[in-house]
């Protein structure tokens, strides 16, 4: 029998902040190991200009980035053992954070569409 999809019953807006938080996590200039936890430690949240903002090369629409800065958003993922306790002083993402599949990384990370 196929896992699940969307285990924990994530809505869109936590589906959607999943997906960016483990793109950062990826990032090597973002994530770092968060030694207490065994998770990934964020350095930062990207601020967004016009209607998107970057990751690396890759970019996303800011009306896909709203639970970003949503404590009930945070709340929600925290209590769902996807995020630590500690926001807004510590941004990390757990080890289920980081493994969780959103399934819609792919429709809201938007890859360049050539190479410079």
Same mark, same amino acid.
Do not use: E, I, V, W
């Given at each position: 029998m196929? %896992?699940?999809r969307n285990p924990l019953k994530l809505n869109a807006l936590q589906l959607k902040t999943l997906a960016i938080l483990q793109e950062l996590a990826a990032m090597p200039d973002c994530g770092r190991p968060h030694e207490a936890t065994g998770?990934?430690?964020l350095s930062?949240? %990207?601020q967004p200009h016009g @209607?998107?903002?970057h990751l690396g090369e890759n970019g996303v629409l800011a009306s896909n980035a709203t639970g970003l800065r949503n404590p009930s958003v945070w709340g929600a993922l925290a209590r769902k053992g996807l995020v630590g306790p500690e926001f807004p002083d510590a941004l990390v993402l757990t080890t289920q954070g980081v493994a969780y599949d959103t399934g819609i990384r792919e429709k809201i990370i938007m890859?360049? @569409?050539h190479e410079t």
């Open positions: 196929p %896992p699940k998770g990934t430690l930062y949240l %990207p @209607d998107h903002f890859r360049p @569409d």
